[in-house]
């Protein structure tokens, strides 16, 4: 079997040579062994997957969670739409998400505004919603 070093792998894969040893030393090139003072990298072997988050991965993950007293029903991604996983919790999430498991932005920030403007409606807490800040 033919080996390169890991000057080589960082040079044909596009990424640093710590990169290259930190995979190798996590196991995630599979045949890479150590030989003396280096590792030895299977000519044939792919690149591995980053494993790493990715900024795409961070922007979807949620940002924040509609809860019903401790139970989570909704998350909150970066861009504000919700994504309901219990749409139909009880009758007052039904109320307001009429089985809808899904809001885009707008409507998120439309049943904020009419929520919290008014002195009466003092409910996001106590009712329906908070936002796992509590």
């Known amino acids: 079997m033919e080996y390169i070093t890991v ?5 044909q894969w596009g990424i640093s040579e710590r990169r290259v040893r930190l995979l190798c030393a996590q196991g995630r090139i599979e045949g890479a062994h150590m030989h003396k003072r280096s590792y030895r990298i299977p000519a044939t072997i792919e690149k591995p997957s980053d494993g790493r988050r990715a900024i ?12 019903w007293d401790d139970t989570v029903i ?3 991604k970066g861009d504000n739409t919700v994504t309901f996983t219990l749409p139909d919790f009880n009758e007052v999430v039904a109320l307001y998400t009429q ?7 707008q409507q ?7 929520r919290l403007v008014s ?6 807490e106590r009712i329906l919603f908070r936002l796992g800040l509590s």
Request: glycine share 8%; net charge neutral; hydrophobic share 35%.
């Open 119 to 124: 002195r009466d409606r003092r409910d996001i």
């Open 74 to 76: 909704a998350t909150i």
């Open 108 to 114: 998120y920030l439309q049943f904020l505004s009419e």
């Open 56 to 67: 795409r991965e961070i922007e979807e993950r949620a940002l924040g969670w509609l809860k």
């Open 7 to 11: 000057q080589d792998a960082a040079r």
């Open 99 to 105: 089985g809808r498991t899904y809001w885009d932005g």
